[in-house]
């Protein structure tokens, strides 16, 4: 993939517990995005990242990202068994036309 | 507003057949995308349009082709279908402006035998 890999691959929490996914990329992007999809539907935008920014919140979401190290982290914080999910970063390249997708961290919360 | 609309929701082709894939946004969105879902890979980008008129290859664009009729729609071709295509499609779209979302469809289920 020209995006790169998610870790973990596999979360499992209890409820009220934080959960962070990491991710990383491979080239030099013009901002990071994160997206949520549940099972057999399409992925919905949570949170985007600009490559001149290190941290951003939203609601309980927190990203942080840092180019030196083409890495980005997602912390979900005080879970909900509605969090149960899947969770993607994509990297935005090209004049924010092209998008490439990492692999996915599956995460299962525990009511 | 429907968003982004994806038809079919599901198809079984045999190997060899041909199909259309369509996608539908009202958004007025400029770009627009087709990528492939397949276990443990994420998604792959297979072609996309950044405005109406353009199209571009992606990562995996062997054995498909792409139409952007118009401004609403991008439809995905599979002119002879193979086994290593069954996948899940999800087509997505995208304002014009740059620190902007993907708005995704809610796929098409695609199996070929």
């Known amino acids: 993939s020209q995006q790169g890999e998610e870790d973990p691959q596999a979360l499992s929490i209890q409820e009220g517990e934080n959960a962070t996914m990491n991710c990383s990329y491979k080239t030099s992007i013009n901002n990071l995005q994160w997206y949520r999809q549940n099972s057999g539907r399409g992925l919905v935008h949570l949170i985007l990242?600009?490559?001149?920014?290190r941290e951003k919140h939203s609601g309980r979401l927190r990203v942080t990202l840092d180019t030196s190290k083409k890495s980005s982290s997602l912390l979900i914080t005080a879970s909900r068994a509605a969090d149960t999910a899947s969770y993607f970063c994509?990297?935005?390249?090209?004049?924010?036309?092209?998008?490439?997708f990492g692999s996915g961290t599956k995460l299962n919360v525990k009511p | 507003n429907a968003g982004v609309t994806q038809t079919p929701k599901f198809q079984v082709l045999k190997t060899g057949q041909s199909m259309t894939l369509q996608c539908a946004q009202d958004m007025n969105h400029n770009s627009m995308y087709w990528y492939r879902q397949d276990p443990g890979m994420g998604l792959r980008l297979i072609y996309y349009?950044?405005?109406?008129?353009?199209?571009d290859k992606g990562e995996v664009p062997n054995g498909y082709n792409v139409s952007r009729l118009n401004k609403r729609e991008f439809s995905l071709r599979l002119e002879s279908a193979a086994p290593s295509q069954t996948s899940v499609y999800f087509c997505a779209s995208k304002p014009g402006t740059e620190d902007s979302p993907l708005h995704f469809g809610n796929g098409t289920r695609l199996t070929v035998t």
């Open positions: 349009s950044a405005s109406e008129g353009t199209t």
């Open positions: 994509a990297t935005a390249q090209y004049n924010f036309n092209k998008f490439y």
């Open positions: 990242i600009r490559s001149n920014e």
